[in-house]
């Protein structure tokens, strides 16, 4: 690892989660398939719901995105006798391919990847995808090199192997790692099972795990601070 000037050290490579990190559910897919239901969301509270409904998988211990269609049709205001057709419909979209669905940068993202790579660490994105995330970042402009898709390898956060082809692929050690992803049930659990410093993307506060559990960044902007060795990650 480099030593910086402020004291602290730089991680060597930097990896990526797409879903919730790089890439959002097209707020206006989303938002449709609620409103035919009955409800009605802005597109900022869909993304407000993303990371509060991914909340609530961490919390029940389970990656089961029934809870999440459910809280994005309570956010809605879906009427309760459509509430099983929202969450249906919901699925529905949710398992259409990556490209589809998975097609919003948020804000600040590409600048932030930009400020990333003129740091010079190493950067992967491994995800849990389709087969289709790289070509998904391709055609949004995310500037990647180097992306793991669980369905490609045939490994899926949490099990520490899609973190072992990641760590090959780019020639690192574990230890000089950080994983940057928005579940913990995948991406801090993998991340740690693989030897790997996990730093959750909390952009709300809604973790809910006891402070102090493992580190927490609120944007990419924080991990180019990681990156530059301006804030502690290990």
Request: aromatic content about 6%; hydrophobic content about 50%; proline content about 7%.
């Amino acid at each position: 690892m480099v030593e910086m000037t402020t004291g602290l050290q730089a991680p060597e490579a930097v990896f990526l989660d797409a879903g919730g990190v790089l890439l959002l559910p097209n707020p206006w897919a989303v938002g449709s398939v609620l409103r035919a239901a009955g409800g009605e969301i802005s597109r900022e509270a869909i993304h407000r719901a993303h990371y509060s409904g991914i909340a609530l998988m961490d919390r029940a211990g389970r990656a089961d995105w029934t809870l999440y269609f459910a809280h994005l049709a309570e956010r809605a205001g879906v009427p309760s006798e459509r509430r099983e057709d929202a969450i249906a419909g919901l699925a529905a979209l949710f398992a259409a391919p990556v490209y589809s669905l998975w097609n919003v940068v948020p804000d600040g993202v590409i600048d932030a990847l930009r400020a990333l790579a003129a740091t010079g660490v190493a950067i992967a994105v491994v995800s849990n995808a389709d087969g289709l995330v790289e070509t998904t970042l391709r055609r949004c402009e995310v500037p990647v090199d180097v992306v793991i898709d669980s369905t490609v390898v045939g490994y899926a956060k949490p099990q520490p192997e899609i973190f072992h082809i990641a760590l090959e692929r780019l020639g690192v050690d574990p230890t000089a790692v950080v994983h940057v992803g928005d579940m913990a049930l995948a991406d801090v659990d993998g991340a740690r099972a693989a030897g790997v410093h996990p730093l959750h993307l909390d952009p709300y506060g809604d973790c809910p795990h006891p402070p102090g559990a493992h580190a927490h960044v609120r944007s990419l902007a924080d991990v180019v601070e990681v990156a530059r060795g301006r804030r502690p990650w290990a």
